[in-house]
């Protein structure tokens, strides 16, 4: 019992957590605050900006993913994913794809692990393609989906603006 505390309790100290907490997320959102700041504010007005485009044409904004869906996989094997953004007002850089993937329960995905799926181009009807190669070090079953969220260098996280479009 004194040796599970004494190795346990670095680990699960209110010390290391605090250290975390501030090296994690208060550090990081004090710079972001600093950063916004500057120049009169010019960087949240932008900011701002971005965020107002994106909503008003993340409704129409459309994904469709290939990809094989069903079986299972033998050690080494892989799965070719390819996703189609379709959208009138966003660029490629306001947008990344991510492939997620994991044990499916109660055909949910339980997510695992998550991926970031390259843009290789546009397609002659403007949509853009984004394609990823996934070889999971593990055999067996498992379920995928393909999800867009809007990207920006200003925003502090990648849930910021609260908008996701599964595939």
Not at 32 to 60: C, D, F, H
């Amino acid at each position: 019992m004194k040796e599970a505390i004494r190795t346990c309790a670095p680990a699960f100290s209110m010390r290391r957590m605090v250290k975390e907490y501030t090296d994690r997320f208060y550090v990081p959102e004090i710079l972001q605050g600093i950063k916004i700041e500057q120049r009169n504010y010019a960087e949240a007005r932008m900011l701002a900006t971005w965020k107002e485009k994106v909503r008003q044409a993340w409704p129409s904004l459309e994904l469709y993913v290939e990809g094989q869906r069903e079986g299972q996989l033998s050690l080494g094997q892989g799965i070719d994913v390819r996703a189609w953004v379709r959208t009138d007002r966003l660029r490629p850089e306001d947008l990344t794809a991510e492939l997620v993937y994991g044990e499916a329960r109660d055909e949910q995905i339980v997510i695992q692990h998550t991926l970031p799926m390259p843009y290789t181009k546009q397609e002659l009807d403007g949509s853009y393609r984004y394609e990823i190669h996934l070889q999971p070090p593990e055999s067996g079953s498992l379920a995928y989906g393909v999800r867009v969220l809007p990207t920006y260098e200003a925003l502090s996280g990648k849930h910021d603006i609260e908008l996701i479009r599964w595939g």
